[in-house]
């Protein structure tokens, strides 16, 4: 394709804006080292997964132009857009997607959001990304980010019918995961290619984080998974949180390893059990082999998520 005179515009305004920060930043030396830890996983029919610690990053590439889903961490925002440019080539880069709040998730907005790119996401992360909030089982206060990264293309109710944006006519369909491993938490469909970027709603192979202190709680997340899998067939590709592409079979998995647990920390929350007795107790170890070691956090979030969300009040 022959770039027309917008798109080298587009082009040209991404590579200042990368250079800028690189050079605001004073980070071109690690920039460097960052591109060469970006992974790039041809999926399927110009969909590129882009591997990185600590989260993964989609990119649709078409001769009309790119849909990116998710920005990757801060330090890695000038590499990730280094990587976009040569991936489009000249393209200009519609919008991005972003599948919830965090920090690894939207990290790369500030650089991308300097070109004027449209930035789509559920009301919810914008307010998050807007305003300054404790969370407390990070032990962290984050700061208000710059305009240049919030979301400039929001919706509010989870509508029953999906949302979509037209690129060179192709659709491409986004909704909400209600109160899942945040509230504001969506997923983006590539329908034409089947492939489903599912964000923090699906850990990729480790047992998925639940964010309570901003909306999420483990029937949420079951929830989320169960409209996933009425998304997916069993040819369709999952991109996660991180890790390698999941399959349909895997979110099964995963649904029902979360409806087993919810049920287990529920009875022993009956039976007055604290989430560090659970752990003790080895309440995940018939799922650990499979889902990592970290089950230690994922209790204690599930546990303070059934608090927060105020689902045993009438029955403790």
Do not use: C
């Not at 945040?182 to 489903?196: Q, S």
């Not at 192979?205 to 009425?230: C, E, H, Q």
């Amino acid at each position: 394709m022959t770039p027309t005179v917008e798109n080298r515009r587009d082009f040209l305004r991404l590579a200042l804006a990368v250079s800028a920060s690189a050079s605001l930043l004073g980070r071109a030396p690690a920039a460097a080292a960052q591109a060469a830890a970006l992974r790039t996983t041809q999926i399927r029919d110009g969909l590129v997964m882009i591997e990185s610690d600590p989260a993964n990053v989609l990119l649709l590439a078409t001769p009309a132009g790119g849909v990116l889903v998710d920005s990757g961490a801060p330090e890695q925002g000038a590499a990730l857009a280094k990587l976009v440019a040569e991936q489009l080539a000249g393209a200009p880069l519609a919008a991005i997607f972003n599948t919830h709040w965090h920090l690894d998730h939207t990290g790369g907005n500030d650089v991308f959001g300097k070109t004027g790119t449209k930035i789509v996401a559920h009301e919810n992360t914008r307010l998050w990304m807007s305003t300054e909030y404790y969370v407390d089982w990070q032990d962290t206060t984050y700061e208000p980010r710059s305009a240049d990264a919030l979301p400039t293309d929001t919706f509010f109710a989870s509508d029953p019918q999906p949302r979509s944006i037209d690129l060179g006519g192709e659709r491409i369909e986004y909704g909400h995961l209600r109160e899942a491993h945040t509230d504001g938490d969506i997923y983006v469909l590539f329908r034409e290619r089947n492939v489903l970027a599912a964000g923090g709603a699906v850990g990729g192979g480790n047992y998925p984080i639940i964010d309570y202190a901003t909306g999420g709680w483990i029937g949420g997340l079951i929830d989320a998974n169960k409209k996933l899998l009425d998304l997916a067939n069993d040819k369709t590709l999952i991109v996660g949180h991180a890790g390698a592409v999941q399959t349909r079979a895997q979110l099964v998995a995963q649904h029902e390893m979360l409806k087993t647990m919810r049920e287990r920390v529920e009875g022993l929350m009956r039976k007055g059990k604290s989430a560090a007795e659970m752990i003790a107790g080895g309440v995940t170890r018939d799922f650990d082999g499979r889902y990592g070691t970290d089950g230690a956090l994922f209790i204690r979030n599930v546990y303070e998520g059934l608090w927060w969300a105020g689902r045993l009040t009438n029955s403790l």
